[in-house]
């Protein structure tokens, strides 16, 4: 995968040879490491400052500073054990305990018995779980902006294919799995591409903006999303719950409860996979990467910039629906009103941190759902809300947007400016 | 009297290439030093060495005698010494006066900006140096030409001695050229010195007392004006003989390839660019196309090659109608375009070569099958076309953006001319070009007028016209005011008629 083509590794030909100079050449190669080095440092830079709001969340570091003066070492000890605490917490409740792990295995060895062992693996069978819809939202933004286009509607496109995918799920009876399985998915991937194609539609129309006009259909599809649940898919008690869909349309988990990881995961593998392959080995993914990058170039080119548009976006829209349908299909099995917390718009986040290349959403989102899978341990161990990763969260987002920041801190240098650039028609 | 600047054993190495190699020079008080070089020679480095943008590896600096320490710009100004950009650092919606004033504001009671004493001083200045700039003029409203005065302006204000100028002319036109090289004849008149900066030999004869050829970060030639030759120059520069007319046999034309009638286009704002013309181009001959930029070629050219809807009128390409045709359609009858402004139009900078080489190419075989990109079919045609254009690049995975200008222009005529075409459209394919490459590209154009092409090449630059035209038309306010053979034109004619001004007896075509 990391033959990414606009990166690819430059083979040094000859020195005299080129009219470039080594300098060029040397930032071309380093582009790429710093791709991998600039996230990594945000990333543990968020967990240094995280830090600091441990210390403030957590009562016993709070009321550790009055014996400062006193004992020194000991108030920097306290403070010590709970950041330790607190982030061996963190560790622990996103990929399991280790102690717990050997134990379980133990257990099974000796009695065969399994219980313990998915109890001990379910901390991290529940990040993959957190992971995927993350994965799928990430490259559904990612797809977006290599295309120049900036899909802020995640959110509600994860919506409307979570209902779509629900009312199939729960309408359709008496189908086998093959066929209903795949329709509930389907009408997910449907219903999001629409609903993204539509801002697609009037920015290759009109001209209007599609970061307004996705925030607006956001709107739409929560507040559709509100009356669906009240009234025609609401249940006959009344209650906001669509009724559960049927188990033809259960994406399978992978093991039995608690673990709730299911057969998505690998469907969003696949999809970083046939994301990346779209983009880079067909002419539908070289169109819109041209019209991303350089619109006034793509249309030299021959290519039909408004039909990219749509494309684009209703790809983008199709991905974020499938999100929708695989958090339905795969662990909700029903359509609640508070269906997200918020997954459609880290998904910005994770395009951003990833670089909007599929790989790196996929360690993006890992990262996101791990530190979230890890969150609600450290709340009841360490007493530091689950809101700090949030924070952690936006910080890493802030040194991703502002690396200078990043560089400043490790003192890694700029890439340096082209060189000597001959003077092109700029102007004229 | 010592140099009012002085450079000694001036190094700087960056990873693996030194851009600058122990270069000595020295600038007398009033003296028009041009440093010529193409592209990459090192002349930009040597520049932001001097001006403290990077630090030396070696070598000092003299002003007036005295070693000077030149950390950033700033130091650079406080000893006197001023750069003019090639891509000018203005406030689009400030005034002239408050443009100037930006970073060294002259303070009434220390808190209101006196933008009344300033104006007063640009005035004083403007008028001293016969630049004739209203300081009371939004920048944002000023051509090119006054803007780039805005910034010689701030410099004299900062009572700069040593300007230095990068690449001044090239985002001029000729008459702004011109009234350019009256400002800086005045500068140097008044005891200022100049350092010019350029790749283009015409200018640098017609400017300079002095000038200094750097060539692979090394000086390699100072040579009074006097004595210098544009052969002599161009051989310095670039190392070898270089073939500054190019060598052509007489055209045999054919039949009409490109026939257009009555045209009619409007710009961007709805306003008539090309007012009814009406001209051919027949297989093996090159049709010039002079005129002032701005006179309505770029929207003849975006017209033609189906960029630009038509009004009115008719476009037949090899006799089918192209009218009302996509760009695409253009290309696939056979029609080569090198656009205008080659990073706008013609690259996808952040792409690698191998892509910008298919970029209008790639949805058919043999580089696609259906929806499927053929890598190896397009790897193996790049690598070809490199080696066959001689395109300058490490690999043909390296973006675009890190090739020199010429080299990305390589790049466009790569896969513009290795394809069969019977047309080929190039606007303005040399600008901002170095010697070298121009001789390249040109040899291309003529080549391809051999093979039968027929060929129509918009061009702002006269010498360019003159020397590979077979006819000449010239275009004046969205119209073509005449239309000549190549042979029979003169410069002095083709200027009055790129002024607006008809011939009497207009000859046939």
């Given at each position: ?22 300098v060029?050449?040397?930032?071309a ?81 000796d ?23 993350y ?56 219903a ?94 070289f ?18 910039i ?30 609640v ?51 700090l ?26 890439p340096?400016?082209?060189e ?5 028609s700029?102007?004229? | ?15 693996g ?8 020079l ?5 003296e ?21 943008l ?23 100004i ?5 750069m ?69 302006i ?78 002599s ?12 007319t ?30 009814g ?10 049709l ?19 960029l630009?809807r ?21 290309e ?7 656009p ?18 298919v970029?209008?190419t ?5 580089y ?33 953006s ?29 600008r ?42 010239v ?6 005011l005449?239309?000549?053979?190549g042979?029979?034109a ?20």
């Amino acid at each position: 995968m990391s033959d990414k083509p606009e990166d690819a590794p430059a083979p040094v030909a000859a020195e005299a040879e080129t009219g470039v100079t080594s300098v060029q050449r040397v930032a071309a190669r380093s582009g790429k490491f710093e791709a991998l080095l600039l996230p990594g440092l945000a990333v543990l830079t968020a967990l240094i400052l995280g830090a600091v709001f441990i210390l403030a969340a957590n009562p016993i570091s709070r009321g550790s500073w009055g014996a400062i003066a006193q004992d020194p070492w000991g108030t920097i000890g306290t403070n010590w054990t709970v950041l330790r605490d607190s982030y061996v917490a963190l560790l622990q409740g996103a990929f399991g305990s280790p102690a717990t792990i050997g134990e379980a295995i133990r257990a099974w060895q000796d009695t065969g018995e399994t219980r313990p062992l998915l109890d001990a693996f379910r901390p991290f069978a529940e990040s993959l779980t957190i992971s995927t819809p993350y994965i799928f939202l990430g490259l559904a933004v990612a797809l977006g902006f290599r295309g120049g286009l900036f899909n802020i509607g995640a959110e509600g496109q994860l919506f409307v294919g979570g209902l779509a995918s629900a009312f199939v799920g729960y309408s359709l009876t008496g189908l086998p799995w093959y066929v209903h399985l795949p329709l509930a998915l389907g009408a997910g991937m449907a219903a999001g591409g629409i609903w993204a194609a539509i801002p697609g539609f009037l920015k290759a129309r009109t001209g209007a903006h599609e970061v307004i006009n996705t925030i607006m259909m956001n709107w739409i599809a929560f507040r559709l999303t509100d009356y669906l649940l009240t009234g025609p898919m609401g249940r006959p008690d009344g209650l906001p719950i669509t009724p559960l869909i049927r188990e033809s349309a259960f994406l399978p988990a992978l093991f039995p409860r608690p673990m709730r990881v299911h057969v998505g995961f690998f469907l969003a593998l696949g999809a970083v996979l046939l994301v990346y392959w779209f983009l880079w080995k067909t002419t539908w993914g070289f169109e819109i990467r041209m019209v991303g990058a350089n619109p006034r170039a793509a249309k030299y080119a021959g290519v039909k910039i408004a039909r990219t548009i749509v494309l684009t976006m209703g790809l983008s829209g199709a991905l974020a629906g499938l999100a929708g349908a695989s958090q339905i299909l795969g662990v909700d099995h029903q359509m609640v009103r508070a269906f997200s917390s918020g997954f459609g718009f880290d998904s910005i986040a994770l395009a951003l941190l990833g670089n909007s290349h599929p790989v790196g959403v996929l360690l993006a989102s890992l990262l996101f759902g791990f530190l979230r899978g890890g969150a609600a341990r450290m709340q009841s161990v360490a007493s530091v809300p689950v809101e700090l990763i949030r924070i952690i969260q936006g910080m890493v987002i802030i040194f991703v947007a502002a690396p200078e920041i990043v560089r400043g801190l490790y003192r890694l240098r700029a890439p340096r400016q082209k060189e000597a650039q001959p003077a092109t028609s700029q102007s004229g | 009297m010592p140099p009012i600047l002085e450079l000694r054993g001036m190094t700087k190495a960056f990873p693996g290439v030194l851009a600058n190699d122990h270069i000595d020079l020295t600038l007398a008080q009033g003296e028009i030093l041009a440093l010529l070089g193409e592209n990459g020679a090192g002349k930009t480095t040597l520049m932001n060495v001097l001006y403290g943008l990077y630090a030396p590896d070696e070598g000092e600096i003299l002003v007036r005698g005295e070693k000077a320490e030149i950390r950033d710009p700033n130091d650079a100004i406080r000893r006197g010494i001023g750069m003019v950009h090639q891509h000018f650092m203005l406030v689009p919606v400030f005034t002239v006066t408050e443009n100037v004033m930006l970073g060294v504001e002259s303070m009434r009671a220390g808190v209101f900006l006196d933008r009344q004493a300033a104006a007063e001083r640009i005035r004083e200045i403007s008028g001293r140096f016969g630049l004739e700039v209203d300081p009371e003029a939004m920048v944002e409203d000023l051509p090119v030409g006054l803007q780039q005065r805005v910034e010689i302006i701030k410099l004299l204000y900062r009572e700069a001695e040593v300007l230095i100028l990068d690449e001044p002319t090239s985002v001029l036109t000729p008459q702004e050229a011109d009234e350019l090289f009256k400002v800086i004849r005045s500068l140097v008149a008044q005891g200022k010195s100049v350092i010019f900066i350029s790749h283009k030999l015409k200018e640098v004869l017609a400017i300079a007392d002095r000038i200094v050829v750097l060539r692979g970060g090394k000086v390699v030639g100072s040579v009074p004006v006097e004595q210098a030759t544009e052969q002599s120059l161009a051989k310095m520069m670039v190392g070898r003989d270089v073939l500054l007319t190019v060598e052509r046999k007489p055209a045999k034309p054919g039949e009409a390839v490109l026939d257009v009638a009555d045209l009619q286009v409007k710009d961007d704002h709805g306003h008539p660019a090309v007012r009814g013309i009406t001209f051919q181009v027949r297989a093996g001959e090159i049709l010039g196309v002079a005129g002032v930029q701005g006179n309505g070629q770029t929207q003849l050219v975006e017209a033609l090659t189906g960029l630009r809807r038509v009004e009115s009128g008719r476009i037949l390409i090899t006799g089918q109608d192209m009218t009302r045709a996509s760009p695409r359609q253009v290309e696939a009858i056979g029609t080569s375009h090198v656009p205008e402004d080659r990073q706008r139009d013609g690259l996808v900078l952040p792409f690698p070569v191998v892509e910008n080489l298919v970029l209008n190419t790639y949805y058919a075989p043999p580089y696609a099958k259906g929806a499927l990109l053929q890598e190896k079919a397009i790897a193996e045609s790049a690598t070809e076309q490199v080696e066959r254009y001689d395109v300058r690049t490490p690999s043909i995975y390296e973006p675009v953006s890190n090739l020199s200008g010429g080299n990305q222009q390589k790049v466009i005529v790569a896969r513009e001319f290795s394809r069969p075409t019977r047309l080929v459209i190039a606007s303005q394919p040399t600008r901002g070009l170095d010697v070298g490459s121009i001789e390249y590209i040109h040899g291309r154009l003529v080549e391809k007028r051999d093979e039968g092409a027929a060929v129509l090449l918009v061009s702002s630059e006269l010498d360019e016209i003159l020397s590979l035209s077979d006819r000449i038309a010239v275009m004046f306010g969205g119209e073509i005011l005449d239309i000549m053979p190549g042979s029979a034109a003169t410069k002095e004619q083709l200027g009055l008629l790129m002024a607006g001004v008809r011939q009497p007896a207009p000859s046939a075509a």
